[in-house]
């Protein structure tokens, strides 16, 4: 790997990744909202800030994400849903990173091995539900992960040796997640760049499509 994008660069684990590529000289090109204005949810920015960049990225990777999108907590029960807080969810989860691919795939090199990768959860895992809750946050990351899968067999027509995936990164200690760890085992931000970046590189057109976790364990739907 020689090139790389973070889509989401100045979040805990973007500037981990960023950094860590970096440091095995990989040139980096990082874009985010406090650096560049990105506005994720919205078409427009996303195109205005991928549409100028030269292509042939051996890895575009969307770092973004969040659990309380606009304030809203994740639901502990149905009750607790609401139209707004789902809305928040999918246009910062599911819809942000559905708009870095229709308008970053291009930029992904065609003639060698390249990975796009989606930041998404295991808790969008359908067949991993054991527990239930978080309905709005479990809904985007679902809808994401099918976005991922969907966009890979499209890429496959034209990104033969292309992987298109979706990544879990585990409980990463980040203000995103710090009031909600909990009792589960959580990792520094560089250590989980670590991990995805070693998951990345191992990563061919066999596995386009499919959802892993941070050790290359493959994800149910």
């Not at 054991?130 to 809808?143: D, L, M, N, P």
Request: aromatic residues 6%.
């Amino acid at each position: 790997m020689t090139k790389a994008l973070i889509i989401g660069a100045s979040g805990g684990i973007g500037s981990a990744i960023q950094t860590a590529l970096s440091q095995q000289g990989v040139t980096t090109t990082g874009i985010s909202r406090s650096g560049d204005g990105l506005d994720i949810t919205n078409e427009t920015s996303v195109k205005a800030a991928l549409q100028p960049l030269e292509g042939d990225f051996d890895l575009i990777m969307v770092a973004t994400g969040a659990l309380t999108a606009g304030g809203f907590e994740p639901e502990k029960s149905i009750k607790a849903l609401t139209a707004d807080a789902m809305r928040t969810q999918f246009d910062v989860n599911t819809i942000g990173p559905a708009m870095c691919l229709k308008h970053g795939l291009g930029l992904l090199a065609k003639d060698r091995p390249a990975v796009f990768a989606v930041l998404s959860a295991r808790v969008g895992s359908i067949g991993d539900n054991g527990i239930g809750g978080w309905y709005s946050y479990r809904a985007a990351k679902a809808a994401v992960n099918q976005i991922v899968h969907t966009a890979a067999i499209e890429a496959n027509r034209t990104h033969k040796q292309a992987a298109i995936v979706a990544l879990h990164p585990g409980t990463v200690q980040t203000p995103f997640t710090e009031k909600y760890v909990g009792r589960h085992k959580s990792v520094p931000a560089n250590e989980a760049a670590q991990n995805l970046i070693r998951v990345m590189a191992g990563l061919g057109p066999s596995q386009t499509g499919k959802f892993f976790d941070w050790s290359g364990a493959e994800v149910p739907w």
